[in-house]
C-alpha cells in the first residue's frame, strides 16, 4: 500500500508540476492572469510534500541507502523528475512487493 501510494505521489507531483508551468506561462505570458498559479501553486506545494514523505516511508520500508533516498528527494526540484525516479527505482526493483510490503500489510501483534 505504501508503494503504492508513492507511485500515484510521484505521479501526482509531476502532473501538479505541469500545472504549475502552464499557470506561470499564462501568468507572464500575454493574458497576464494569475488564476493558473493560485489554483496550481498551493496544489503542487501540498503534493510536494506528500511526495517527500511518501520517499521517507517507501525508503523505509524498502531499506533504501541514503544516497537513493537524497536522490528521490531531490528529484522533487525538477519538474517530472519523480516520474523519472520512480520508473528508474521500479526498474532496478526498489520498489517490488516484498516482505517488506507484506508486513506493511500485516495485522500489528496484539498482546
Same mark, same amino acid.
Not at 506545494?45 to 506528500?50: P, S
Not at 523505509?60 to 541514503?66: K, V
Not at 532496478?92 to 520498489?95: H, Q, T, V
Given at each position: 500500500m505504501v508503494t503504492r501510494l508513492f507511485v500515484v505521489a510521484a &505521479? @501526482?507531483?509531476a502532473g501538479s508540476w505541469l500545472g504549475l508551468l502552464i499557470g506561470?506561462? %499564462?501568468?507572464?505570458g500575454p493574458p497576464g492572469n494569475?488564476? *493558473?498559479v493560485? &489554483?496550481? !501553486?498551493?496544489i503542487h !506545494? @501540498?503534493?510536494? %510534500?506528500?511526495y517527500g514523505i511518501m520517499v521517507l516511508a517507501v525508503a523505509?520500508?524498502?531499506?533504501?541507502?541514503?544516497v537513493a533516498t537524497g %536522490?528521490?528527494?531531490v528529484c522533487a526540484i525538477p519538474p517530472f523528475a519523480t516520474i523519472v525516479f520512480e520508473r528508474w527505482a521500479a526498474r532496478? *526493483?526498489?520498489?517490488d512487493a516484498s516482505a517488506a510490503d507484506a508486513a506493511d500489510r500485516a495485522p500489528a501483534p496484539v498482546g
Open positions: &505521479i @501526482a507531483e506561470m506561462a %499564462v501568468k507572464y494569475e488564476l *493558473g493560485q &489554483i496550481f !501553486g498551493p !506545494g @501540498a503534493l510536494f %510534500v506528500a523505509r520500508l524498502h531499506r533504501w541507502s541514503l %536522490v528521490a528527494l532496478r *526493483g526498489m520498489l
